[in-house]
């Protein structure tokens, strides 16, 4: 099979390395040889499952695997790009990535080419299709007719993906483009009212998901709770669970809001975790994956006295997808992360920050979902 990596590979791709171990691309933003990723998967000799490990099998490669992470969290995440040979500090975010050289990869999935093989193939193949796949194949065409997302904007990830699916597997599915992304918050009502089908997720749901949120930020369970009601992307379908993910389309990569070849992110040492409260200034860019949050009225709360020559806070950066959906342009937040400096800005830092700020060559953003807090990193919504 020719692997065809494209030119912008985008979060929740999927690849296998030469020796058909799965990975899972993090990220919208990646080297020229190399790509961002975690090994989600492990291959193994085993087969069947035991008290530890469900066991997976990919009809791809005809091999049995284990799950590296059960449940993604930014303690697991490093904890998986630690065991890797191919961790190193990345020039792009300042912090550890695993980058796997492209040229090593073996078979890359695309979600979007997944999705068209599945509706193309369904007539003949739909009774050996499995309950999520054929899901998947009716939740697309009720986007496209509902919504108005052209099926060329969406695609199908996780196990389905690579083709390891089994009776408790989610359904996974990939909007595409800020415009999508649009249409379907504005339309899910229309989806609920369109197939009984869609169901929203119930309070006991809602309180499960609050405990692991709890437990990743340090905010309350009660807090927890009231953020999760206000998130718009949880749904279910059928008696699947439907986890949505937004990417940037080609031409939204291209623009790069995240940084230039000559952008460095420097962590301050004696500044592990900073607290502020601030304004949202901009928020197009928080669904995706980093998500990238602009701000304005920034108050630094801790420390409560700031270095000298301390440079203006713009910008938030999530790498934890629980922190996003319950706040939006205009929200005041509070958030607590590890504070960066940006030297030499992209142009869209420039561009946001300039009316607040005036001129300068440093500005600095906090980072929510690395190791070094977590567990106390999170953003709370002040208005809730």
Same mark, same amino acid.
């Given at each position: 099979m020719i692997k065809m990596i494209p030119s912008y590979p985008n979060d929740r791709d999927y690849f296998f390395d030469k020796d058909d171990n799965i990975f899972q691309v993090i990220g919208y933003n990646h080297p020229t040889k190399s790509i961002y990723c975690l090994e989600k998967y492990s291959k193994i000799e085993e087969s069947? *499952? $035991?008290?530890?490990?469900?066991?997976?099998?990919?009809?791809?490669? +005809?091999?049995?695997? #284990?799950?590296?992470?059960?449940?993604?969290?930014?303690?697991?995440?490093?904890?998986?790009?630690?065991?890797?040979?191919?961790?190193?500090?990345s020039n792009l975010y300042g912090v550890d990535f695993i980058h796997f050289p492209r040229k090593e990869i073996k078979i890359y999935l695309d979600p979007r080419k997944k999705l068209k093989k599945l509706r193309d193939q369904v007539q003949k193949s739909f009774l050996s299709l499995s309950d999520q796949e054929r899901n998947a194949i009716e939740i697309s065409h009720l986007f496209e007719n509902e919504l108005g997302i052209d099926s060329k904007n969406l695609g199908i990830t996780g196990s389905i993906l690579w083709?390891?699916?089994?009776?408790h597997s989610d359904i996974d599915f990939v909007i595409y483009g800020m415009r999508n992304m649009r249409r379907f918050f504005l339309g899910k009502n229309k989806l609920l009212q369109a *197939? $009984?089908?869609f169901r929203l997720p119930s309070?006991?749901?809602?309180? +499960?998901?609050?405990? #692991?949120?709890?437990?990743?930020?340090?905010l309350s369970v009660d807090d927890c709770t009231v953020f999760i009601a206000q998130k718009k992307f949880?749904?279910?379908?059928?008696?699947?669970?439907?986890?949505?993910?937004?990417?940037?389309?080609?031409?939204?990569?291209?623009?790069?809001?995240?940084?230039?070849?000559?952008?460095?992110?420097?962590?301050?040492?004696?500044?592990?975790?900073?607290?502020?409260?601030?304004?949202?200034?901009?928020?197009?860019?928080?669904?995706?994956y980093p998500g990238v949050i602009y701000l304005k009225n920034v108050k630094?709360?801790?420390?409560?006295?700031?270095?000298?020559?301390?440079?203006?806070?713009?910008?938030?950066?999530?790498?934890e997808h629980e922190n996003i959906g319950y706040y939006e342009k205009g929200s005041e937040i509070e958030i607590?992360?590890?504070?960066?400096?940006?030297?030499?800005?992209?142009?869209?830092?420039?561009?946001?920050?300039?009316?607040?700020?005036?001129?300068?060559?440093?500005y600095a953003?906090?980072?929510?979902?690395?190791?070094?807090?977590?567990?106390?990193e999170y953003i709370k919504n002040l208005g809730i």
């Open positions: 069947g *499952s $035991d008290s530890t490990h469900f066991i997976w099998k990919s009809q791809l490669t +005809n091999q049995s695997y #284990k799950r590296n992470m059960v449940v993604y969290s930014s303690r697991n995440a490093t904890s998986n790009i630690k065991k890797n040979n191919f961790r190193k500090v083709e390891g699916v089994h009776t *197939s $009984d089908k309070l006991i749901e809602q309180i +499960n998901w609050a405990g #692991k949120f709890s437990q990743k930020s340090g949880l749904l279910f379908f059928s008696k699947f669970y439907l986890s949505i993910a937004f990417n940037p389309a080609k031409q939204e990569i291209q623009q790069n809001t995240l940084a230039t070849s000559e952008t460095r992110f420097i962590s301050i040492p004696r500044l592990t975790s900073v607290t502020i409260q601030a304004t949202v200034k901009e928020d197009e860019w928080a669904y995706f630094v709360i801790t420390p409560a006295k700031k270095p000298t020559n301390f440079p203006p806070i713009c910008r938030v950066v999530v790498f607590q992360g590890l504070v960066q400096t940006i030297q030499n800005p992209p142009q869209d830092v420039l561009t946001s920050t300039f009316s607040s700020y005036g001129t300068t060559d440093t953003q906090i980072i929510v979902g690395t190791f070094e807090n977590y567990g106390f």
